[in-house]
């Protein structure tokens, strides 16, 4: 099939049926995993500090800074946390804030070799391009430096967080203290070109147009293209559950699971030069994630042994090892734990 174009993608999500949609991304992804391994994840999600002043309407997981539930971990606490996580033989640690207003590239720096030096076998895949773009103005010094500084200290990867959509106008209305769609695009290029590979990520259902969702699509596949530096592409909804942005825009709908399979489907499609494509079980719930594999994912993420971000919006799905393998077993599929690079560890 050649190359889908941004007008092709747009008239499959308007007009292609969910049945037809589904056969041409499981043969994509078919394509791409002809040994139909599906993979997954053993890590933890960490998030150092709720601490934020970016404001985003659609967050109910940060405070302020002064407020009495505003928290920053402890470094024996992240040690407990990590210890917890090697008990179960996690590999990883998707390490988020909160932007901190106050915290500046050396607090970083500090944190990052702690953990680097007392947990060598456990990967580091943390920050956001937005966290970074902060750190590297309350520094006073560039997003790409700051990136090597922290390179240099331990962090391996980078997570696509901040994405959300990358219109400067839907950006505007649901995070207008965010960094822009550019600002974005250039910190992961950045990363790419330092040999740090990165995620990709989508948060839809809030006042975005069919159209920005299919131009994120093509501005990041254009990044890829150039730099071949994003592992994996995720699509998650957005939870409404103690928002501003709900409140604000009470005409917002709660995205049905045919429309996030759609989505991720044309995804798929679209995005011929992203092996990987996460299923978001964690904002779907286990059912429609094992369905996802049916629409083009390939790999059910993480088994999420803390979340926090998207419960404080209301969304507390949960799965373990197990329940993850037996879903993918149920569909015939062959589970495995992989590593933050993609590399098969074990096979079940
Ligand atoms: S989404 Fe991230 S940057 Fe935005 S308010 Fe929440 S914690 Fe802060």
Redesign the pocket.
């Known amino acids: 099939m050649n190359r889908l174009s941004v007008e092709e993608a747009l008239n499959l999500i308007e007009n292609a049926s969910l049945q037809e949609l589904g056969e041409m991304a499981l043969a994509k992804k078919l394509e791409l995993h002809p040994d139909k391994i599906t993979t997954f994840i053993v890590d933890r999600n960490i998030n150092y500090t709720n601490a ?1 002043f ?3 309407k659609f ?1 109910a ?2 405070r302020h800074v002064n407020e009495n539930d505003a928290y920053i971990l402890s470094y024996e606490e992240i040690d407990q946390k990590i210890d917890e996580l090697i008990a179960i033989r996690g590999t990883q640690i998707l390490f988020q ?3 901190h207003p106050k915290l500046k590239i050396d607090w970083y720096e500090d944190l990052v070799e702690h953990i680097a030096t007392k947990y060598p076998n456990i990967t580091i895949h943390g920050f956001s391009a ?1 966290e970074l773009d902060y750190i590297a103005k309350i520094s006073k010094i560039s997003t790409l430096e700051a990136l090597k500084r922290l390179q240099v200290k331990g962090l391996y990867s980078m997570p696509g967080a ?1 994405a959300e959509i990358l219109s400067d106008r839907v950006r505007d209305i649901v ?1 207008p203290k ?1 960094c822009d769609s550019d600002t974005w695009l250039r910190i992961h290029k950045e990363a790419h070109c330092i040999g740090m590979k990165t995620t990709a990520t989508m948060m839809f259902g809030t006042v975005e147009t069919d159209r920005e969702i299919v131009e994120h699509w093509d501005k990041i596949r254009k990044l890829q293209d150039e730099t071949g530096g994003f592992r994996a592409f995720i699509l998650w909804s957005f939870q409404s559950a103690n928002t501003k942005l709900i409140d604000e825009h009470p005409e917002i709908k709660k995205q049905s699971p045919n429309r996030y399979l759609r989505l991720l489907a044309v995804a798929r499609l679209f995005l011929d030069n992203f092996k990987n494509i996460q299923s978001s079980w964690v904002t779907q719930g286990s059912y429609i994630g094992q369905l996802a594999l049916k629409f083009g994912a390939n790999d059910l993420g993480s088994t999420m042994m803390e979340e926090n971000v998207v419960k404080a919006a209301g969304a507390s799905f949960r799965m373990n090892q197990d329940e993850m393998i037996a879903l993918i077993k149920d569909i015939g599929e062959n589970p495995a734990k992989r590593n933050t690079n993609y590399d098969i560890l074990e096979r079940f």
Do not use: E, L
């Open positions: 934020c970016v404001d985003c967050c997981f940060y804030g909160g932007v937005v901040g995070a965010k």
